[in-house]
């Protein structure tokens, strides 16, 4: 097919893919799709959009398709990438077509110039900026328009890299190009400003572009391509007509009523502004030159009465941004050190902030912050009366940088930290809001609430400054006492400053107060914000360092009602996870306690989790919830499993796409509901299903998969072990030569914990496993834990199990073409070295038994090492024999000792200590089972031959363990 014709073919598939019969769209969106990787495919999609008679919806989607696929294929590792014929004849045909019409399609091109620019520029497309640059030198402003358009986007694209290489190219770039653009965008200014004094619609319309994007790539050069600003006059020269520039637009913004023509030009002058906030974060040495002028300026047009008609939002939100920025720069801080030699460049910038910051300065400031910007709005107060739930939505992350109320707040902190003159002034303004308040008068309880929210947001600065305790009963519980419609909103701020001082300065003693000033908020009687604000003041209170939940109970029926009733009634997803978080701490908090308060919320879960299937987030507060509550319930949260399983089971099945979100908290209430088990249930088992594709994922939560599995065997050793004893050791098999020394450790606690229950069909399950196990003994490389388990695990083999032992190191000479005596030399001689290594006494103890067990056998081995054996064994003795009352006595052994029941002992931990009764670390007496296998060892050898062996120990070891053995 010639080319023509293969155009037209493509041409009629983009108007069928262009067009709304879904008959004729999907077929025609496959067609494409098969092209994409088909040589000069590009080529023909880009002579389809450089012909300006197509309809533009067809040449929109062709550029379209012609992005994606630069995107795709592009670059030469790029699997069925773009040949490099078809790549120069696009790199040539983008070079001769700057005058495209249509606006978004000439968007489109911009994109895939910087696309192309940012794999081939300038080694294989080196005629890029120099042509872009000859043609901005014409005198024709569309073009201009198009051109600066493209450079925009290629600027952007190139000042992202981050290879030295490429750095230093972007570098020699702007030291080429800089002034030019500098004075193309003074130049399109100048334009701009003239044609503004005469008809500012035209200025506007015309003008303006071309100057923003101008100024838009001088920005770029001079954060990502000069090291230091002060090497480049002109970029100097332009940061200070960014000033003038500032000014005059502000003045010509003034004159203009159209809403669209305005919103341009503010614009504009927000990305002037931008300007000098960029280059003080990138270049802060180079701006101490301009901290005058930016302060000046910003004081000026922010916080002076004269200016109030020439600002707007956003341009104050930036303005006090910058001036932020300058207060809380280190480079622009003093550093007191005596050792420290100070750079001139911060004594000088710390002079022209002092010198600026008068006392005098920072009463205006602060004065202008608290009793105008910290207000609330008509707006605030409009979205508190229809919007009650978004109103008291946190305000998180960045948003300083773009909300005028935390970017007040942010820059009123900044002052106070950094100033102790701003202090007195918000002590005076605190003075003069005390007492009774007009509730007809809104500008008074306005101007409360701003000084108030003042208070508690520098609650770590006036700590030595206010007697928050004195204030808290003297005046902020009266405050809280007027119930007034009106007075809502001083309630409201009271109670969050409560929150703010509660872990900086309020005595312990006086939380049951807080606690009984927040109760009356949460009734439903009570204003909806003011209840959420109260909720968040009560979550404060309870996670408290000091809290002390005998202090709380007396509050624990009334205000878990409360809460309950206000998750119920708020409708926001958030909220909603608000309120849930804040009933998880109550719960978690109080313990049993909160038992009998619970029932109306264990009804209302299940129906909360059916209404929040398009929330997952607000699930994970649920599942959260549900593992605090199954805590305090204890053993009755056996009336909770028709809800609790089927919801473990959803949240911990991988093939449901939510459990992206909810599988770490559907894991944790899995496990905690196993641990307050008092026994395992049909339902219960089957829900282990879900554990063969965890462990497969191999996450962060395995730990806890194999935790959840011991539970499981803890609970019911044989009905689970029947089910589900192949499960256990493929999990383990698939992952002991994966995993790092510590997940080693957990899988071996587990299959220790399958020796401790089953000694003799236990050991049968891993057989498969051992001989890696003994071969990792044997390297001597292992982690030391991993060793000491390692170890354990035979030692219970040897204590319990000595048939399947003896039986193993023939299999193991067999496999290794070694002696099995052979073997076990090498093992007891290892384990007699390392015995100094193992730490935690149980095991050493552990090892102790299976050395004295291992005394009566007539192995070569043993008796070899038989003097061997005995320094280890006396070593442990020395370990766990105490003295009381003249008698000696193993303190490992534990006893069925009901003092061993403490009140937060779970169902799990029970269970746990049952099997620690049965195992012979507690349970047997290391001296008495020695002076046993003794008898049995000169039985096993004869007296004459036991006094041999005997004798050919230490004679101070001998002394030592007869003096044990009395």
Partial sequence: MDLESAKNVVLDTLIEASSQNVSLLK????KLKSWEIQ????????????????????????????????????????????????????????LTRFDEPAPQVALQLAVVISKIARVDCPRNWPELVPTIMEGLKQNDDFLQRRLLLTLHHVIKTLSAKRLPADKKTFREFTRTFFNFI?????????????????????????????SQLSLKIAKKLMVHGMTEISEFPNALTTIEVVFQRLEQMLQIRRQIEDYALKEKLEKKIIHLVKVLSVVQINHPVCFIRFIQRALTFTSTYVFTQAAENLNFERFIIECMNIMKAIVTCDEYKVVKLIEAKTEPSR???????????????????????????????????????????DFTADEVGES????????????????????????????????????????????????????????GLSAFELYDEVDFDQWFCNQL??????????????????????????????????????????LPLLSPQEDLVVRITAAKTLKIAIDDFEFRSENFEPYLETSFSLLFQLLQQVSECDTKMHVLHVLSFVIERSGACV????????????????ESSEHDMLRCAILSTLVHLVQSLGTLSVNLYPFLIP????????????????????????????????????EMLQLFDNMPPLLELGSENLKKCFMITTSYLLLNPEEFLKTYSHVIFQGCANLIHELKPEGVVVICKLIETVFKLFPIRGPEIFRPLLPTIFEGILEKEAYPILMSIYLSLFARLILKNQSFFFNFLEEVGTMWNQQPEDILEQLLSFWCEYMVKITQPERRKLTALAFTTLLPCTSRAVVTLFPDLFYPIVEVFHDVMREDNGSQFDYLVMGDRDDLDDEYETEHDKRKRQLSLQDPVFNTPLHEYTRAQLMVCEQAFGAERFQSLIGSVDKEIREQLEEFLK
């Fill in 182 to 210: 500098a004075e193309l965008w003074n130049n399109h200014t100048e334009t701009f400003l003239n044609k503004a004094s005469t008809n500012i619609e035209s200025a506007v319309t015309s003008c303006l572009e071309p």
């Fill in 400 to 455: 300083w940088k773009y909300g005028l109320r935390p970017c007040t707040e942010k820059l009123f902190l900044a002052l106070f930290h950094a100033y102790e003159s701003m202090t007195p002034l918000l002590l005076k303004l605190v003075e003069s809001v005390q007492g009774e308040t007009d509730v007809e008068n809104m500008t008074s309880i306005l101007q409360k609430e701003a000084v108030y929210n003042a208070v």
């Fill in 39 to 94: 040589p000069g495919f590009y080529p023909i999609l880009q002579s389809i959009f450089s012909t300006y008679s197509i309809d533009v919806n067809v040449r929109w989607l062709a550029v379209l398709y012609f992005k994606n696929g630069i995107d795709r294929y592009w670059r030469r590792t790029a699997p069925n990438a773009i040949n490099e014929e078809d790549k120069e004849t696009i790199r040539r045909q983008l």
């Fill in 477 to 518: 519980l009266k405050e809280l006492q007027n119930k007034h419609p009106r007075y809502k909103i001083i309630r409201r701020r009271v109670i969050n400053v409560v929150g703010q001082w509660l872990d900086v300065k309020l005595s312990p003693s006086l939380h049951p107060l807080v606690y009984q000033a927040v």
């Fill in 347 to 389: 004594i000088q910038a710390s002079k022209i902030k002092e010198e600026f910051f008068t006392e005098s300065v920072l009463t205006e400031i602060g004065t202008r912050l608290l009793t105008s910007y910290f207000l609330l709005t008509p707006e605030d107060l409009y979205n508190w009366e229809n919007d009650p739930e």
């Fill in 647 to 682: 919801i473990i089971k959803f949240s911990t099945d991988l093939n449901q796409p939510p459990h992206v979100y909810l599988l770490d908290d559907g894991i944790e209430l899995w496990q905690e509901m196993l641990r307050c088990a008092p026994s395992l249930t049909p």
């Fill in 595 to 610: 038992q009998p308060h619970v029932s109306h919320l264990v009804q209302y879960l299940p129906l909360l989790w059916e």
């Fill in 27 to 30: 077929p025609a969106e496959q």
